[in-house]
């Protein structure tokens, strides 16, 4: 179908950026670049399309294994090759919509200016037509030398009133029937036009401008094909640069995720070696203040740990076993001899009886020491605001009502502090017990001091006793595991009780401490506060 319109006043026109006034347009034998098609071709007997319901069964029996190769595949890929991966995925996916809007943008662009190019020598040639009131015979003869109708690009057609090819173009045109009724019309300057005309090989857009008085018409036609050409061109030329930029964004982004990974490489080296040789003295090289720096440090924090902890073990398990040497060599000894217990005296059998009670006791508390050590290494009590105070009054209550000891608490200041409460009454216990124990008279009485602040956050727990007091050389040892002076190891006891309040001391960012009272005894205490419950690595430093 075509349509056309006069040009003359009053005359209605369908609105378009890129129309010349006067002109209307109908499509024509339009073509898209490197499309074809067949139109009306139908499917042959016998290709019928299978239908969905019938496509489903296979489809959901074979779609279900590759996607979980698929997934599999996706799992085995390491973190570098997925960041890569996933890099190239977005930069993709961003380059390829740059590449269409931008090409797009182009295309629209080339094809509005060459249309208006096009429509400005239609304008031309109608002015030109209605000026002259040339015939076809006319305008056949002076069109070869007229530049108006012969731009760069176009070629020229004249058609008879009748539609006839009077001067055909090169190449020639085709002529449809809106071209007749142009041809043959009244009034000089009609037009209609065409899109997208394939001549051969080429692309024309077509115009047919009426002479008037039913005396012929002339054809216009502008080649487009240099500015598909050229699109294809720039077509090829995105392609190629969106590939290049899709490659360079994954060496880039291969790159990148080496960089970001490799001390994820080595931790998880580190990790591995010691789930493989389970040594723990491994240093890992950790730099940067990030996340992956952090938890290197972090990692190499845990091995610490886990080896110190290792350490604490073996070590206890070995002063362990050296101390339940004697006593457990003493109950074999009495063992023995209870075989000869027919054979023995009165008195003998009680002294013997006496002494497998003892060493049974001696062995309990022992083993409960032990424990009460082991569990004070690995507290797992979470912290609160406890008042030390409070403790010290529990504890010396408990005593008072088990011995009827003379025990006195006294507090000053601000007591309070962030601890676990268990491990302090621990430790408190443990000093009141190991005054108790050496205090031989079993009357003098027992002073409990708690005050605080010392310095700020700090406090303040020591026990004063007025026994034999402990030697100069041994005051640096009292806290050590299993020590036992040379004038005590005939009192009960495992020497364990002072090491567990170094334990927690040192847990709650103190220190114990052990001084001679004067005139007699000795003043052992600790410190809390003043520092985190935990070790101060665990603090992450900033950059």
Known sequence: MAHD???????????????????????????????????????????ARPSGAARAPAAARTSGAPAGRRRR??????????????????????????????????ARLLRVDQQMVFDEVVQDLRGEVRANRMSPVDFSSAAPGHDLVRPARTDVQVLGPDGRIVDPGDPGLPVVAADRVVAGAATAGRVVEHADVDVGDDVYRVATVALGDGRGAVQIAQEFSD?????????????????????????FGWWLARRITRRLVVLTAAAEDVARTRRLGIQVPVTGYDEVGRL??????????????????????????????????????????????????PDAREDLVADLAQEAREL????????????????????CR??????????????????????????????????RPGMLTRAVSNLVENAVKFDRNGT????????????????????????????AGDLVRVFDRFFRAADARSL??????????????????????AVRRPGGGTVIGFTVGGGPLTDPDDEDPGP
């Open 444 to 471: 003098a009485p027992i002073d409990i001091t708690v005050a605080g602040p010392a310095r700020p956050g700090t406090v303040r727990v020591e026990v004063r006793d007025r026994g034999p007091g402990i030697a």
């Open 492 to 513: 009960p006891g495992s020497g364990l009780g002072l090491s567990i309040v170094r334990e927690v001391a040192l847990a709650h960012g103190g220190a114990p401490y």
């Open 296 to 345: 290197g440090r972090a990692f190499d924090r845990m091995l610490g740990r886990l080896a110190q902890s290792e350490d604490d073990q073996r070590r206890l398990v070995q002063d362990a076993g050296h101390e339940l040497r004697t006593p457990l060599t003493s109950l074999r000894t009495n063992i023995s001899l209870l075989r000869r217990i027919d054979e023995l005296p």
């Open 386 to 419: 406890v008042d030390l105070a409070r403790i010290a009054e529990g504890v010396a209550e408990l005593a008072r009502r088990r011995g009827g000891r003379e025990i006195t608490v006294h507090a000053s200041g601000d007591t309070t502090t962030d601890g």
């Open 227 to 251: 500015t598909e050409d050229l699109l294809r061109t720039l077509q090829r030329r995105t392609l190629v640069l969106m590939a290049a930029v899709v490659t360079a964004a994954g060496l």
């Open 5 to 47: 319109t006069t040009g003359s006043p009053g005359t209605a026109r369908t609105p378009d950026a890129a129309r010349t006034p006067g002109v209307s347009r109908t499509p024509g034998v339009s073509r898209t670049p490197g499309v074809s098609r067949a139109p009306g071709v139908s499917r042959g007997p016998g290709t």
């Open 364 to 383: 309990t508390d022992l083993v409960n020491e032990l424990v009460e050590l082991a569990a004070g290494q690995s507290d797992t009590e979470p912290p």
């Open 73 to 106: 595949r996706l799992r085995l890929l390491s973190l570098g090759t997925k960041f890569a991966v996933a890099f190239a995925a977005v930069t993709a996916t961003v380059t390829v919509l740059v590449g269409i809007l931008s090409y797009g943008a182009a």
